[in-house]
């Protein structure tokens, strides 16, 4: 296999600054939110509850990638809007996904992470339009990518000079079907070791099911994942999209009580 600059010794360990939130030192991050942006007013109330829980960066899409062109696919700019504002008003890092090149410079106006979605881990224009910027880059793991395939798409961002890439384990699809996917630990523990960029772990997606988010998160920890993504909303069973994996404001604090207590 020939060098990647994502190697473990060709540089010094990544740590991806989002403001003053360090992603891939000691600290644990937590970033959560809703699936979806839904509304300014469902916004603003999850993300006071996520910053007095002691969340670092919040997440929404209003960019949604749904399996059906039928169902919500986000609010798109009006979104993005929200978002500002929330993130203004609250003070507090955001985070979404972005799924088109075209709307890469826009999103800058609006957002401090920008997410690459599973379904776009193979999207080479998107990786390299990205890869331009110098704005902290979510990169999850493909629905069936390796981790050799997914450490490329990473490579892809830095080979154009952007190095402040964070993986996302978010499952992969197995033959299991009583779970959404199947979260892949292992690879948290392979690229700790082998790679130099911070690796967070999804597990709303990685499960699909609220129940097993709370003890799916402390087993990523202790794997040697850096931090978390959660799905949370103030009203779980009534979110947009996802709610079966969407875990109350209650959850996510105890999820973060026994983070500090493992460390
Ligand atoms: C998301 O985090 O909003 C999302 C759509 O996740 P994934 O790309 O992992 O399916
Ligand atoms: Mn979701």
Request: charge should be negative; charged fraction near 25%.
């Amino acid at each position: 296999m020939s060098k990647l600059l994502c190697d473990k010794d060709t540089g010094d360990t990544i740590i991806v600054k989002v403001k003053d939130v360090e992603i891939g030192n000691k600290k644990k991050v937590v970033i959560s939110g809703p699936c979806a942006v839904e509304d300014y007013d469902t916004m603003i109330s999850i993300a006071r509850q996520l910053k007095l829980c002691g969340v670092n960066i919040l997440r929404g899409g209003a960019f949604k990638p749904r399996t059906s062109p039928y169902d919500f696919q986000g609010l798109g700019r009006e979104g993005l809007e929200i978002l500002k504002a929330v993130r203004e008003e609250v003070n507090i890092p955001v985070s979404t996904e972005i799924m088109d090149t075209r709307d890469v410079e826009e999103a800058l106006n609006y957002i401090d992470v920008i997410q690459i979605g599973s379904r776009n881990m193979y999207n080479y224009s998107l990786l390299k339009e990205v890869g331009k910027l110098k704005t902290p880059i979510i990169l999850k793991r493909g629905i069936s990518a390796t981790i050799n395939e997914w450490i490329n798409a990473a490579e892809y961002i830095l080979k154009e000079g952007n190095e402040n890439v964070i993986l996302c384990e978010r499952g992969i699809r197995t033959f299991e079907t009583y779970t959404r996917n199947t979260l892949d630990l292992n690879a948290v523990a392979f690229v700790k070791n082998n790679y130099r960029l911070p690796i967070i772990v999804d597990p709303s997606h990685g499960t699909g099911i609220r129940e097993l988010v709370h003890p799916m998160s402390l087993a990523s920890i202790a794997a040697g994942a850096d931090g978390l993504i959660i799905e949370s909303h103030i009203n779980p069973e009534l979110s947009i999209s996802d709610a079966n994996q969407t875990i109350s404001m209650n959850t996510l604090s105890d999820i973060i009580t026994d983070i500090k207590k493992l460390y």
